[in-house]
């Protein structure tokens, strides 16, 4: 069984500052994550992924995340928000063939 | 590289009538799955394929049906629409053999039933 779960449905962060979006995740087995973002009245695109291998993993538009197993936990950052990153923000996990389970969902929002 | 299409993008349904959401993929994946999303609750998978003639239950599978006849193609049927179906729709794909590879999303399709 495998769970994802996102602190904070919305989070607002002034342009420029540090984005902090949380995950947390439970898996019965070894883990692969990802972070996804959506674009009012779009489909979902990869920002990132961790599989194996370095625990911090940078992704596109400046973001990225790190793994760390001790706290289950891929929070995903990045150091100076924009206006263009508001969207929403996904996290994902999947320990098996294939079955991907989604967190509920992160609302980014850019004040200028 | 066309990716993930969905159609229609945009649908109005009465309660009991039914439907066909279209999928197709140009990528030669595998592996084929629906979600709906729905405020709050992220998406949920509905069904998934995992190659032709092969399908098989996600978490809301309950008034959904898909088949599989080709690699590209994932249609997912409504057979009695139901307001509580309102919601929007994505289909995905991503090839196999490897739980970290990137599943790909179309544009969403986006249903009401009144």
């Known amino acids: 069984a495998q769970s994802v779960t996102q602190l904070g449905s919305h989070v607002s962060v002034s342009e420029g500052a540090l984005v902090l979006l949380r995950c947390n995740y439970s898996s019965s087995v070894p883990p692969y994550l990802f972070w996804y973002v959506q674009y009012p009245n779009q489909g979902l695109q990869l920002l990132l992924k961790y599989t194996t291998g370095a625990t911090l993993v940078k992704g596109i538009n400046g973001f990225e995340a790190e793994f760390k197993k001790s706290e289950t936990s891929f929070h995903l950052t990045k150091p100076s928000a924009h206006m263009s990153d508001a969207a929403e923000y996904f996290c994902?996990?999947?320990?098996?063939?294939?079955?991907?389970?989604f967190g509920t969902g992160t609302k980014l929002q850019v004040i200028p | 590289n066309a990716g993930v299409t969905q159609t229609p993008k945009f649908q109005v349904l009465k309660t009991g009538q039914s439907m066909t959401l279209q999928c197709a993929q140009d990528m030669n994946h595998e592996y084929m799955s629906w979600y709906r999303q729905d405020p709050g609750m992220g998406l949920r998978l509905i069904h998934y394929s995992v190659g032709a003639g092969i399908t098989d239950q996600g978490e809301v599978p309950n008034g959904y049906n898909v088949s599989r006849s080709t690699t590209e193609d994932f249609p997912l049927r409504l057979l009695s629409a139901a307001p509580s179906q309102t919601s929007v729709y994505f289909c995905a794909s991503s090839s196999t053999g490897n739980s970290g590879n990137t599943i790909y999303f179309g544009e969403g399709s986006w249903l009401t039933v009144v």
């Open positions: 994902a996990v999947t320990g098996g063939y294939q079955k991907v389970t």
